[in-house]
């Protein structure tokens, strides 16, 4: 009786979340699917394979695509390098205070999202502190602004996505035995070296793990560009928000999802490829 | 060499740490300035009056309580559905537990717009107005997966031997469940839970698309971005990371605590 009933307990642990997630995530995409084929005006909208909406979203927003492509990679990689130092000296240097220092960097993340890059309008703003010393020491001209421009919203999105990169960088670093490192050291490997040997290489999971989680977002990321930048500065984001919500044009902008989605499939398959570490999507 | 090269690393960490610092200390300096017109971006003078009167804006409070309520709700029942997906993928072998993990990855690494804009759609395709409740769905939907990920990896480095003890002792299933099992990893599940509440009261993309007439406190800020920013929202904000980091480090203090217990034990 009870060796019958055993295969099905599995299932059953799994059957609620399973259903939310079908429900409210395969389900919903389905219909974003359909709607990204079909024609019409709000709120009626007819399935009938437009496929001209993909050509005409491409088309239409090929330079928004674009530049979310370009902010999102800067951000990544300028977060890659600031998040790389910061992650090995919490795992190699932290000592039994590793969990406080960790604790340390993600703790500005838990100010609200909005408020922190609110705060970065401020720090960045006309009056502020940082354009007055730059205009002082003539990197920037009188009239030389920091927001408004493409550098404030890229670094606004390195900002925000931060702890996405650190988070597994740390937990990559931290798990490599220390002893591999002394080995190569025993073997007269330069500390430089051994480091390009032996970490670099134990660490790329997380590496390859911070950069998707990274990035990902940053391509899809509105707010920056919103608060940070003008309409010149706008990426895919920002369009698809507009389309859904303020122009109503749904099958414009489920087609621009899709195309985003897609987009983003494949960079990731490319870098996985580029990396030779294909079996980590798994792992990460 | 050795020690500049120690201390650069050190150095550069400091400065890392400042750069991550830095717009925090704004928000909590302006949350005592007393802006003399609706924006608060200019330094005017100190004061008090922001904190001792921290819901003197219009819809604040009202904001704040329906955000509070759904990161109640939604972690709760997430981390529910979440733990139990955990267990039965790290305790069973069946089938299709690869496309199980495949739906749990993916949620996790779809753009926030994509995921907002697929649920508009659901619920405009199935004429469910938009409000209160299908924020929670939609909040459900993507603290589950970040629940199952943290449970998981508290379920991973598990020793099954204490539960086998325990059986072996004349322990039923469900009594070594509940006795064994679940203190052990309720850490884990702990976590998941915490984890989810602050995605849950941050979240601002995917309930904007969702959320019809009702605001969370993330939507209240966005629309007052564009006509005042009252210094009552730094309070607020501020009050918020003071009460996640504290919560945070009582979890790892305790944490701390108890394995050196072990160690000395």
Known sequence: MLHRRKWAIPYLLLAPGMLWLILFFVVPMWYLGKMSLSSGLFPIFSFDWAWGNFSNAISEYQTQFIRSGEYAAIATAIALVLSYPLAYWIAFRGGRWKSLFLLLVISPFFVTYLIRTLAWETILSDNGIVVHTLQDLHILGPNGRLLATSAAVIAGITYNFLPFMVLPLYVSLEQIDHRLIEAAEDLYASRPRAFARVTLPLSLPGVFAGVLLTFIPAAGDFINAQLLGTPRQYMIGNVIQSEFLAVRDYPTAAALSFILMAAILFLVLVFARVLGTERLTVAA | ?265
């Open chain 2, 1 to 265: 060499m050795r020690w500049i090269r120690r201390n650069l690393l050190t150095g550069y960490a400091i400065l890392a740490l400042l750069y991550l610092f830095l717009p925090i200390f704004v928000v909590i300096a302006f949350s005592f300035n007393d802006p003399k017109g609706r924006f608060n971006y200019t330094w005017q003078g100190f004061t008090l009056k922001n904190w001792l009167n921290p819901f003197g804006y219009p819809g604040l409070e009202d904001a704040l309580k329906v955000s509070i309520e759904i990161a109640i709700l939604s972690s709760l029942f997430a981390t529910i559905l979440g733990t139990l997906i955990a267990l039965a993928l790290v305790r069973y072998k069946f089938r299709g537990s690869g496309t199980t993990n495949m739906l749990i990855f993916v949620p996790m690494t779809t753009p926030e717009v994509v995921m907002g804009a697929s649920l508009l759609t659901l619920f405009v395709n199935w004429r469910i107005p938009q409000g209160f409740g299908t924020i929670l769905i939609a909040h459900i939907l993507f603290n589950v997966s970040f629940v199952v990920v943290t449970v998981r990896a508290r379920l991973v480095g598990f020793d099954r031997h204490l539960e086998e003890a325990a059986m072996d002792l004349g322990a039923n299933e469900w009594l070594t469940f509940t006795k064994v099992t679940l203190p052990l990893i309720f850490p884990g599940i702990l976590a998941g839970g915490l984890l989810a509440f602050a995605l849950s009261i941050d979240d601002f993309v995917i309930t904007y698309f969702n959320a019809g007439a009702t605001i969370t406190f993330p939507l209240f800020v966005w629309g007052a971005a564009r006509v005042a920013t009252p210094p009552q929202i730094n309070v607020i904000g501020t009050s918020i990371f003071v009460i996640a980091v504290t919560v945070m480090l009582t979890q790892i203090l305790v944490s701390n605590r108890r394995s050196r217990k072990v160690v000395a034990g």
